[in-house]
T-cell receptor
Framework: DSGVTQTPKHLITATGQRVTLRCSPR?????VYWYQQSLDQGLQFLIQ???????AKGNILERFSAQQFPDLHSELNLSSLELGDSALYFC?????????????FGDGTRLSIL | GENVEQHPSTLSVQEGDSAVIKCTYS??????FPWYKQELGKGPQLIID?????GEKKDQRIAVTLNKTAKHFSLHITETQPEDSAVYFCAARGTSYGKLTFGQGTILTVHP
């Protein structure tokens, strides 16, 4: 158990809808990262937050947004969903924002768009 | 940006044999190289990592080597066991804060 908690485990919805994925980092970790895993693109970095502030952005679509709250949990919001958004979404956390600190992953949310 | 290539995409070994997975990276500024193991239905689990100021690191049956000049790093698993069967990912992190760039993964199957 990595200590990173993601909810829900599975989400099934329709095109055009909006969903929110939630992540609680490991106790003591201030940084949260979101990744998308799909068969064709592999594991892709989306965005990083550190202590409530955005720190780095990857290939995140404009339809997607995230935030980190004062209690350090994070939410990833996906809107105007398309079939291609079906994927596994992982959250990871690390103690700080430095580039050489280990990231620990949760077990992900599987998003299926019908 | 950073690009990480991983080989082979699949690897099949007999229990007790060694397994080697290799990765190359493109950004010479990358300074941190973790390896993850992912089992079905689970998230990637960090199994070992190496920083750019170290050439080799070992943890029981698992070792990682880094060649900064050639920009490649490898995972070595000795005395493989069926429970080592999983997908293994290498990753590299450079100058863009915490962003990890992953390889495409290697499906390792250990036959009893």
């Amino acid at each position: 158990d990595s200590g990173v908690t993601q909810t829900p485990k599975h989400l099934i919805t329709a095109t055009g809808q909006r969903v929110t994925l939630r992540c609680s980092p490991r106790s003591g970790d201030l940084s949260v990262y979101w990744y998308q895993q799909s068969l064709d693109q592999g594991l892709q970095f989306l965005i990083q937050y550190y202590n409530g502030e955005e720190r780095a952005k990857g290939n995140i679509l404009e339809r997607f947004s995230a935030q980190q709250f004062p209690d350090l949990h994070s939410e990833l919001n996906l809107s105007s969903l398309e079939l291609g958004d079906s994927a596994l979404y992982f959250c990871a956390s690390s103690v700080g924002a430095a580039s050489n600190q280990p990231q620990h992953f949760g077990d992900g949310t599987r998003l299926s768009i019908l | 940006g950073e690009n990480v290539e991983q080989h082979p995409s699949t690897l099949s070994v007999q229990e007790g044999d060694s397994a080697v997975i290799k990765c190359t990276y493109s950004d010479s500024a990358s300074n941190y190289f973790p390896w993850y193991k992912q089992e079905l239905g689970k998230g990637p689990q960090l199994i070992i990592d190496i920083r750019s100021n170290v050439g080799e690191k070992k943890d029981q049956r698992i070792a990682v080597t880094l060649n900064k000049t050639a920009k490649h790093f490898s995972l070595h698993i000795t005395e493989t066991q069926p429970e080592d069967s999983a997908v293994y990912f290498c990753a590299a992190r450079g100058t863009s804060y915490g962003k990890l760039t992953f390889g495409q993964g290697t499906i390792l199957t250990v036959h009893p």
